[in-house]
């Protein structure tokens, strides 16, 4: 039976009154955008994975591939963008090769769309889709429920109003690629700053008309760490040993290999570097 | 009712044959020759673009299809069940292969589903065998370059070249004679080109016959950069002026 199965809904509710909630889903937190300019389309995003409070991954990809010039940028529930994001590439994969033509960024809009209606919002997928397609270049945006938006430039997640803010500065009618690059550059980096839910790098995509779509991942990386100024190696000696014993537990034997692995300073135990 | 359709079409006769399927063999062999060579750095599939009529525009009808971006298929036999075979392979190797392992099924394993859904004809209410013998050439990672063929009765065999179709029988021999173990691809296209002229009636041009070659990685028919870990597709299908070249050149 299609949808979602709401049978433990009940025993859920029990537990989370007993102090046993639902661990949080990785959140994408995210700051991402989108921006048309002559001849194409742009979509930046920030590389930041949280959970809760807790970054997960300091740099995970949140542009994904939908078809080779159609590419979607994704907030909300991680492994929902993931997902619903590659059940489209394979559907519009398999439309393409019986049509015979391209695939379209609209088509790929109208399945999202009517996919995420159908879960009503429970598929927590809020997408920027982008792409330049044989009708041009093309710029959407959907939200879990099911809405779509169209725009010459868009912006979603929890760091969007920080990068909307730099979008309506800045943004103008007839962008140049290059500008519309440091344009959404910009805008992510709003959101990496000013957002706790957005940081790290911006992984960047362009897809521009008779050329193949260009991905920039980690186009920018403010966040890079810094060499630490001093050394907080133990010196050895710093914890005594009292006593030592070794016990045997596997008998060596002898290999044939076709392959040697030189592990260099096996015999240093490095507690920080 | 459904009732009426629920018993095999496809029976013993009291020889032990099942005659549907060598009936089945029997409309391949009216088909167009096919045939595919595999090289020691690819596989050709190529075949002979037989219009009833000079006025069919050739190039909207295409008989070798890629199955995935690694795989295609050539086939001998009746086209609408290719076409059919084609879907539903396409089909499957995405639902039953790469939305669960992440990655494109490989070629034995395409094979033997491809295998399945032809043997599932011959045992099944109400429907025929496939009136089609295929030929599928494809490359993974750890099989390399491997060519297949498939009959209606659901067997399939690896080859290192062979034909199917109406002249399959002296093309096999022409085969044998000049198949090698360090074959290059463009050495195979040769052979192929030669072989299929033993057997092509009319004229043959870059617009009567079609080649199709699974060989070196295309990155530039991608359609984006930027992406680690990922390969172009190997499958390829030669255009009519490539193939006119090489025709210039037997």
């Known amino acids: 039976m299609p949808g979602f199965n709401f049978d433990n809904y009940q025993r859920n509710n029990f537990l989370a009154s007993k102090g046993y909630p639902i661990p949080k889903a990785t959140s994408t937190g995210t700051t991402i955008v989108g921006c048309r300019f002559d001849g194409g389309v742009v979509i930046a995003a920030d590389t930041r994975a949280t959970e809760g409070d807790i970054v997960a991954d300091k740099n995970c990809e949140k542009l994904h591939r939908i078809s080779p010039t159609i590419w979607c940028a994704g ?42 209606f159908k879960y009503q919002g429970h598929v927590g997928a809020y997408l920027i889709v982008a792409g330049v397609d044989p009708t041009g270049p093309r710029l959407f945006s959907i939200h879990a429920h099911g809405s779509t938006d169209v725009g010459y430039y868009l912006s979603l997640g929890s760091g969007s109003m920080a990068a909307m803010a730099v979008l309506e500065t800045k943004w103008k009618q007839s962008l140049t690629k290059d500008e519309a690059m440091s344009l959404c550059a910009e805008a992510i980096e709003a959101g990496i700053w000013n957002d706790l839910g957005s940081g790290s790098n911006v992984d960047m995509c362009v897809m ?15 966040n890079e760490r810094s060499i630490k100024e001093k050394s907080y190696k133990f010196a050895r000696g710093t914890t005594a040993v009292l006593k030592e014993k070794i016990r045997p537990v596997v008998d060596a034997v002898q290999f044939d290999i076709f392959e040697e692995t030189i592990i260099r300073d096996s015999d240093k135990m490095e507690i920080d570097s | 009712m459904a009732d009426r359709y629920s018993f095999s079409l496809t029976t013993f006769s009291p020889s032990g044959k099942l005659v549907q399927i060598e009936y089945a063999f029997q409309a391949v062999n009216q088909g167009v020759t096919s045939l595919g060579i595999k090289a020691s750095n690819g596989v050709v599939l190529a075949t002979e673009k037989k219009s009833t ?12 299809s890629n199955i995935t971006p690694d795989i295609g298929m050539v086939y001998s036999g009746m086209g609408p069940d290719f076409r059919v075979l084609v879907d539903k392979a396409r089909k499957s190797s995405h639902t039953n292969y790469k939305r669960i392992y992440n990655e494109y099924p490989p070629t034995r394993i395409l094979v033997e589903d491809v295998a399945r859904t032809m043997q599932e004809a011959t045992q099944s ?52 004679k000049r198949w090698t173990e360090d074959l290059e691809l463009e050495d195979a296209i040769h052979i192929a080109l030669l072989t299929l002229k033993e057997s092509v009636e009319g004229e043959m041009n870059g617009n009567t ?27 390829r299908k030669l255009s009519p002026q490539e193939i006119d070249d090489r025709l210039d050149a037997l």
Not at chain 1, 102 to 110: G, Q, Y
Not at chain 2, 130 to 153: A, C, I, K, R, T
Not at chain 2, 160 to 172: E, P, R, V
Not at chain 2, 209 to 232: T, Y
């Open chain 1, 75 to 116: 907030a909300g529930t991680a492994a929902d963008c993931e997902f619903v994001t590659q059940l489209m590439s394979s559907t519009l994969e398999l439309h393409a090769l019986s049509t015979g033509r391209k695939p379209r960024v609209v088509t790929c809009l109208t399945l999202l769309k009517q996919h995420l």
């Open chain 1, 208 to 222: 521009e008309v008779d050329k193949p779509a260009v991905l920039y991942r980690n186009y920018r990386t403010p």
């Open chain 2, 53 to 64: 009529s000079d006025l069919i525009d050739a190039s909207s009808l295409s008989k070798i």
């Open chain 2, 125 to 176: 209410g109400g429907v025929r065998p496939y009136g089609v013998s295929l030929l599928v050439g494809g490359h993974d990672v750890d099989n390399e370059f491997s060519l297949y063929q498939v009959d209606p009765s659901g067997t399939y065999f690896p080859w290192k070249a062979t034909a199917i179709g109406k002249g399959s029988t002296s093309a096999k021999t022409f085969l044998e």
């Open chain 2, 209 to 235: 016959v079609e080649i199709g070659v699974i060989g070196p990685v295309s990155d530039h028919l991608l359609g984006f950069e930027g992406v680690k870990n990922v390969q172009g597709p190997r499958f």
